[in-house]
């Protein structure tokens, strides 16, 4: 038995979700795919799969070989890509989904000084703050923010964000400066619709309460209307620095309880986990892995 072969079935089977799935994808027989799967099993004297008649689940063991196959799987493809790739110039369409005011700020450069590289590759930049469905919406590359979720997709960390909890000075004077998260129900918060308040800290605790008991609060989908209306006095925001940077260092807005600030999420390129990677979205990933930098550059301006 080959074991790439039998990790690679196992791997199908609970992507796809069931053998016969597995099978058309990969183009083999649903009782190969089985007995793939079943001599893995046999060899790692371990169950991976719970079977029943309508579907299969992992086991706890299952889901940890999931994980580590995975990462596996995708290193050997992405040499195989990269080595086939050496010779072929990357062109075509590469469609590409990312948060609006993050794209709106960051990434025109970005797209200009990738596409002076690979002049023949277009790009399709889609806005968009809700989740997209990369496959079901045909996307190449999605850039997502946050703590991702574990899920069949391939997720590249390209550098830190941090979020800030600040007002202007105006909103400060009126109505004082917090010096302990509690003190946080006693001023008013701007939500921004699309953030998951959820991590470590009083900071996040105090503004998930806020969340669900505010009267009379101002939410937005946009981080950039947040920013302007808090510039002019009306509450506090806890906002993305690639978005506040500028505000933060002209002084229109005061960073608050800096010694409580919230733990950094990430920025990622998430994509699909597929076979062969297209050559231009493995030189878009290659591209954009280090051009922020870490940390980057919207931060090293910004002093602790």
């Known amino acids: 038995m080959d074991r790439i072969d039998a990790m690679r079935a196992f791997v199908s089977v609970v992507i796809e979700g069931s053998f016969s ?27 991976l799969l719970h079977r029943t008649t309508r579907k299969v689940s992992l086991t706890e063991a299952g889901t940890h070989y999931f994980q580590h196959a995975q990462q596996i799987l995708l290193s050997i493809d992405e040499m195989d890509s990269q080595l086939g790739g050496l010779q072929q110039t990357p062109k075509g369409t590469l469609r590409i989904n990312a948060p609006v ?12 000084d990738f596409q002076m590289q690979y002049p023949l ?12 469905d990369i496959v079901e919406e045909g996307v190449d590359i999605a850039l997502r923010i946050g703590r991702l979720k574990s899920s069949s997709l391939i997720a590249k ?10 007002a202007s000075s105006e909103y400060l004077q009126e ?25 470590k800290g009083d900071v996040y605790q105090w503004l998930k309460a806020k969340n669900t008991n505010d009267l009379g609060a101002f939410h937005s989908n946009n981080g950039d209307v947040l920013t302007e209306a808090a510039i ?29 600030e919230p733990e950094q999420v990430g920025l ?7 076979k062969l990677l297209p050559n231009k979205v493995r030189c878009f990933i290659d591209f954009i892995e280090h051009y922020y930098g870490s940390p980057p550059y919207w931060d090293q301006a910004i002093s602790k």
């Not at 790009?123 to 809700?130: A, E, I, S």
């Not at 960390?157 to 600040?166: D, E, G, K, S």
């Open 101 to 112: 005011s993050f794209a709106l700020r960051h990434m025109a450069k970005l797209i200009a």
């Open 268 to 274: 990622y390129a998430v994509y699909a986990n597929r």
């Open 121 to 132: 590759v277009n790009v399709d930049l889609q806005l968009n703050d809700r989740k997209v």
């Open 157 to 166: 960390y390209l550098t830190p964000i941090r979020l800030i909890l600040c």
């Open 175 to 199: 109505n004082g400066v917090p010096s302990h998260p509690e003190a946080l129900k006693n001023h008013r918060y701007l939500h921004y619709s699309y953030m998951d308040i959820e991590g």
């Open 21 to 47: 799935n597995a099978a058309t994808t990969l183009q083999l027989s649903p009782q190969l795919v089985s007995k793939y799967v079943s001599k893995l099993e046999e060899r790692l004297d371990v169950r």
């Open 232 to 260: 002019a006095g009306a509450g506090l925001i806890l906002q993305p620095t690639f978005i506040v940077h500028e505000a933060l260092e002209k002084g229109q807005l005061i960073p608050v309880l800096p010694d409580f």
